[in-house]
Structures are given as C-alpha cells and as structure tokens.
C-alpha cells in the first residue's frame, strides 16, 4: 500500500502528465509552481483559467529560460511573476507561455532564437549580448560591477542606455529587464581550505569559464584558470582537476554543487547578471498600449526580482550549509587586497577598456555610472 507521501507524488504525476498532454503545459507548469497538482480540482481549474487566458489574448509571446519553474526560491529569476506581470499589465492582450529548464536551449541558444523571431524573447546571461554589443561585456570587469548595487546602479543608468542599449537594439533586440542574481563567489571542492586573500589563491587549479576577463582576472589575483565548460564542472571538482570555481550562492545550489564544496567566499569582484531580452521586430510590431504594458510587466518584475535577492541567498546559504559548507566575509582591509590584485584601475586592463568601451573617457562614464545611486536599492551580501 502506498504511504501518504508517494500518493500525493502520484497525483501530481498523474496531474501534470494529464494537463501536459492536453495541451496545457504552460498550465501544468503554473500548477507545479504554485503547489496545487495534489489536487485534481485546483489542477483543472489552472488549466481552464490559462486556457481562457490563452483564447482571450490577442497575441502569443513565448519566454525561455534555462531555468526549472521553482528555480527563484535560490536563484531568483522571476519568471513566473514575469508571465502573470505581462499579462495583467497588457490587460489580457498578450498571453505569455512558458518554456523552462532549458526546453529550447539556454544561453548563446536563445539568443540566437529570440534575434531570429524563432521566440519572442528569453532570459540569459548578460555575457551572452557580449558578441551583439561588446560594451556589455565590460560587467565582467572586476570590481566595476561586482557588487549588487553598483550592478543596478549601471544598468538603470542613462550612460548604459545610451551607450549600450542603441547596439543591443541594432542587433535586433529590446532589453526587457536586467535581473539581479548575486556577485559571484569564490568557492572550494571539499578539502580545501576557505581562500580569504589573493595570496591563498597561489597555485589554485581555478574553474574559469570561456571569458578572457575573468581569466586574466584569476591570474592576476594568484591562481591558475583552468578553462572547464559548465555541464563538466561539476565532475572536474569532484575529480580534483579545478579546486575552485565562481559561480554565485545560488547558482552553486540550483546546479548541485552543495556537496562538493568546503568553503565560499564573498568576494564581490564579478556579478552574476542575467537579462530578459525580446526580439526587437516582434515587440515594434505590437500596438502602443500592448508595447507600454510589456515594458510596466517587466518593471514590476524588476522590483519583485531585487526584493527576492536576499531571500534567495537567504535559501541557498541555508541548504549549502546544512551540507557543511562555511561561509565568509571579507573585511575591508581583505576586500582592499583583491581589488589591489585584480581591480578595474590597474593598468592591465586598460586594453578591454580602449577596446570594449571605445575610450578610456567612455570608460569612465561606466565607472561613474555604477558608483552612483540609482533609484533602485538592492541589498548586498
């Protein structure tokens, strides 16, 4: 006889398999979400309020991510709350269909759909504009950006939208709205010991993704970068083949590494920044009204995503934890050093800046821009 627990599983396979194979899988999906496929009843209900939904609008907008549905309890990327944002916003006339986990790909994947109209828009990591509009790959730039504040304080600055957003929009796409996750960590496989200054970095086998930034970045501060693509990672700290990698809290949690790691420090150098991005043409091709509410849809969901920050670190620090991961801090004379080692002021950087922002003055803008305070307030780890 089957207990409580695997009944009330079965019910909600049997429900989401039932409303998936009908056709409703956006509402299966906003079922799971919201926690009521235990119960026929509530299931069926979603699905007849998204299938009017569905009937009532007057155009259909697909979002991708690469994100399971549930994700933003850790790694807040809000895309529920984006759906139910555009749909209200638009009174109805657009109907948004969800395509989580990576269902249509992820990363350079979806941008190369939502820039050829295969889908009308998708979340992504900033890097990932880098090849449409190299000014964006400047985030990656330590210590420009690192922090939370000084992330938001850049991307909702006027020097960012008339620097950066005329080549994004050039290239075919409209920036819905930047999504704030975290700064990057600096985190250790099992065994090791917790890196607190760049001189623990020397000798470290350090994860590093494709960036000739964050490569150089590492190098700088100490360690040895050691190129690993992402779906290997995993395996390469387990195996001792990289000892630490970068990724922020949440990204650690959501993409299992909790335990595997010994020790996380905050840094602050890099953010982990992503960006909902809508095919230019498709959203031009909208009336007014219907182009104003997806804009205020994914406002309101810009304010829901930077309240959500601390709350999703919150989670994922909690879960690592209770894995034996420990946690630290940097003082100011610590946080000093890295920015010493590795900082956006050093003359080795100066290429990237020439290169990336046009000039040096252009440059300058940035830095000016993400050191001051914005209207949006975000909290820092």
Request: with cysteine; charged share 20%.
């Amino acid at each position: 006889m089957t207990n409580g627990k695997d009944g009330l599983k079965s019910a909600e396979r049997r429900n989401f398999l039932k409303l998936a194979t009908t056709g409703s899988f956006t509402a299966a999906l906003v079922a799971g979400a919201g926690g009521i496929l235990w119960s026929s009843e509530a299931a069926a209900q979603t699905a007849k309020e998204e299938s009017e939904r569905e009937k009532a609008a007057e155009h259909v907008m697909t979002v991708a991510t690469a994100y399971v549905m549930g994700a933003s309890r850790s790694y807040p990327i809000m895309q529920l709350d984006l759906k139910e944002n555009i749909q209200n916003a638009t009174n109805g006339k657009v109907y948004v269909k969800l395509a989580p986990g990576g269902q249509l790909g992820a990363g350079g994947a979806l941008v190369q759909k939502v820039q050829g109209g295969t889908i009308q828009a998708a979340q992504h990591s900033l890097s990932n504009f880098a090849p449409f509009a190299s000014t964006v790959d400047l985030i990656n730039m330590p210590y420009l950006c690192g922090s939370n504040q000084r992330f938001t304080n850049l991307v909702h600055s006027d020097t960012w939208k008339n620097e950066v957003h005329p080549k994004v929009e050039a290239a075919g796409f409209k920036a819905l709205f930047y999504v704030v996750i975290d700064p990057r960590v600096v985190a250790v496989r099992q065994g090791g010991n917790a890196i607190m200054t760049p001189s623990d970095m020397s000798g470290v086998k350090f994860r590093v993704p494709g960036s000739k930034m964050l490569q150089q970045y590492y190098r700088m501060a100490g360690a040895n970068p050691t190129p690993v693509a992402w779906g290997e990672t995993p395996s390469a700290i387990k195996q001792g083949v990289a000892d630490a990698l970068d990724p922020s809290v949440g990204a650690l949690y959501v993409f299992g590494f909790k335990d595997i790691l010994s020790n996380v420090t905050f840094t602050q150098a890099v953010p982990d920044s992503q960006v909902y991005s809508c095919n230019l043409e498709w959203f031009n091709s909208m009336p007014a009204d219907v182009q104003d509410g997806i804009m205020w849809g994914s406002e309101m969901t810009s304010h829901q995503n930077l309240a959500k920050v601390p709350s999703a670190r919150a989670f994922a620090m909690a879960e690592l934890n209770k894995a034996g991961v420990q946690f630290h801090s940097l003082s100011d004379d610590q946080l000093a050093e890295w920015q010493d080692a590795g900082g956006y002021q050093r003359s080795e950087w100066d290429p990237f800046k020439t290169e990336l922002a046009g000039s040096m003055e252009n440059f300058d803008k940035l830095v000016e821009a993400a050191g001051t305070q914005g209207k949006y307030y975000v909290n820092d780890a």
